[in-house]
């Protein structure tokens, strides 16, 4: 059974452009939730998408945006990209959004803005 | 005062040690998460629990959710054990939602 797939896995941008990261869940699973990950901060929840809707959401800006799709894979959004974006971002996938399961988590986009 | 915390922030050991990880938190809770990250970025799911305690080879995972806390242990402590641990608890009214701590970062010398 294939894993949690994000891509790209690098990406290099110039601040004040957009950027969309992608995020495969294993396979049967609907709920795909987001993080970044920055030294400063840890671990951060950005939001969670259950059926095509987003059922919760972080402490983050606007620019910080996403979607699910009706096969489940989820897309996240950052435009007008700041310095302080640079961080790893990490999707995990899980069966429902109730469910106490294991946390299955992607390989991550590390995104570098210059 | 974060919601979760973990200590120790470091951690050397030398191979064959025993080490334990304490992560502590102060919301009500319907799971908490053991996670290991090696450099790179993946994380990897060591145990989940919401009650007593799991083992899984050289790794024993704790909970005490009256006292609001939780220990990782590592048996005979091996250099490729070196990764940051990561304890992160799921709240029951928040989704699949998971709040962390800042980690441990485990170094295991030869």
């Known amino acids: 059974k294939a894993g949690v797939t994000q891509t790209p896995r690098y990406l290099i941008k110039t601040r004040g452009q957009q950027v969309t990261l992608s995020c495969s869940p294993i396979?049967?699973?609907?709920?795909v939730s987001w993080y970044q990950q920055t030294p400063g901060q840890g671990l951060q929840f950005l939001f969670e998408?259950?059926?095509?809707?987003?059922?919760n959401k972080g402490n983050f800006p606007g620019r910080f945006s996403g979607r699910q799709f009706s096969n489940s894979r989820s897309e996240m959004n950052v435009s007008t990209l700041e310095l302080g974006d640079s961080a790893l971002y990490l999707c995990?996938?899980?069966?429902?959004?109730?469910?106490?399961?294991?946390?299955?988590f992607g390989q991550g986009t590390r995104l570098t803005v210059v | 005062k974060n919601e979760v915390e973990q200590s120790p922030q470091n951690l050397t050991a030398q191979e064959g040690e025993f080490i334990t990880i304490n992560c502590s938190y102060s919301?009500?809770?319907?799971?908490l998460h053991w996670l290991q990250q090696h450099p790179g970025g993946g994380i990897v799911s060591l145990f989940m629990?919401?009650?007593g305690k799991k083992k899984h080879g050289r790794l024993i995972a704790t909970i005490n959710i009256q006292e609001k806390h939780s220990s990782l242990h590592i048996t005979a402590s091996h250099p490729r054990d070196s990764a940051v641990y990561i304890c992160?608890?799921?709240?029951?009214?928040?989704?699949?939602?998971?709040?962390f701590g800042e980690g441990t970062q485990l170094t295991v010398n030869p």
């Open positions: 995990a996938s899980s069966p429902g959004i109730w469910l106490n399961t294991e946390a299955f």
């Open positions: 396979s049967g699973h609907r709920s």
């Open positions: 998408y259950f059926s095509e809707t987003q059922r």
């Open positions: 919301v009500g809770i319907s799971a």
């Open positions: 629990l919401s009650s």
């Open positions: 992160a608890v799921k709240q029951g009214t928040s989704g699949s939602r998971l709040t």
